[in-house]
């Protein structure tokens, strides 16, 4: 004999499937916030880009720790963080001095050469052996020229976190490439190549007289939304890991 407070199978049903449905709109409604709050951020800190930086660190921190039993997600968190500290660094220690600039161009090289299996390597690296040329040059006439050098720094950290998303999986058992893995692989790929149409740009200004302004004019407008792409990626990784949480509740 059923007892008067248990259910009906029926009813059972209904509060499963309606139960399934709230979570679905939940986790349907959080996507576009996610969007909208990731565009919104990129849009408010445009002329302040450390702000920027601080927020979507402080983003990846706060998925770092809330999902830090997903090996997968902290591991790409930890990747963007260590990234952006990198960055910070390297922009704290620009210089006029020829000597430490040398430095910092062997900083780069030696990151293509410990991520050598990149394929962006065959553009990148030839790339950067005729900048050196240009500097070798400026320094052997007296001219001072800009601080390009940085960013071949940022290229090299680039390739670091592109081969440690590689690498991701293999530093511990269990873990497993997800999407996110991919997209910011790619994406700091193409921040590769437009920081060489950065430099391209500047040296036909210097050497041919042209004035090519095309990329300098929307660069950082293009690297501002290309950062709020890799924000959104993550917090989508977050999103799904979220609703799996729930399905296995």
Not at 19 to 25: E, G, H, K, N, W
Not at 135 to 145: A, P
Not at 163 to 186: C, E, F, M, S
Request: one cysteine or more; hydrophobic letters at 50%; proline letters at 3%.
């Amino acid at each position: 004999m059923t007892p008067i407070n248990t259910p009906s199978w029926k009813k059972l049903f209904v509060t499963l499937d309606s139960s399934v449905l709230s979570r679905q709109f939940v986790y349907n409604f959080l996507t576009p916030v996610a969007i909208v709050a990731s565009i919104l951020l990129g849009i408010f800190t445009f002329d302040t880009p450390y702000i920027f930086d601080l927020v979507s660190a402080s983003i990846f921190l706060f998925i770092l720790f809330f999902f830090r039993n997903n090996a997968d997600i902290v591991g790409l968190c930890l990747i963007l963080i260590v990234e952006k500290i990198g960055i910070f660094i390297a922009f704290q220690l620009l210089t006029e001095n020829i000597y430490y600039q040398g430095l910092f161009f062997l900083f780069a090289l030696g990151c293509m050469w410990q991520i050598r299996s990149d394929p962006i390597n065959k553009i990148v690296v030839p790339f950067i052996l005729i900048v050196v040329g240009f500097e070798l040059y400026w320094t052997s006439v007296g001219e001072t020229g800009p601080m390009i050098y940085f960013f071949f720094v940022k290229i090299g950290i680039y390739i670091l976190v592109r081969g440690a998303i590689v690498l991701r999986p293999h530093y511990r058992k269990g873990t497993n490439y997800i999407q996110g893995d991919w997209l910011v692989y790619n994406t700091k790929g193409v921040v590769c190549l437009i920081e060489c149409a950065m430099v391209t740009e500047y040296l036909i200004r210097t050497t041919i007289n042209q004035n090519a302004m095309y990329l300098y004019t929307s660069y950082e407008y293009i690297m501002q939304a290309l950062g709020v792409w890799v924000m959104y990626i993550v917090l989508r990784e977050a999103i799904h890991e979220m609703k799996a949480r729930s399905m296995m509740a």
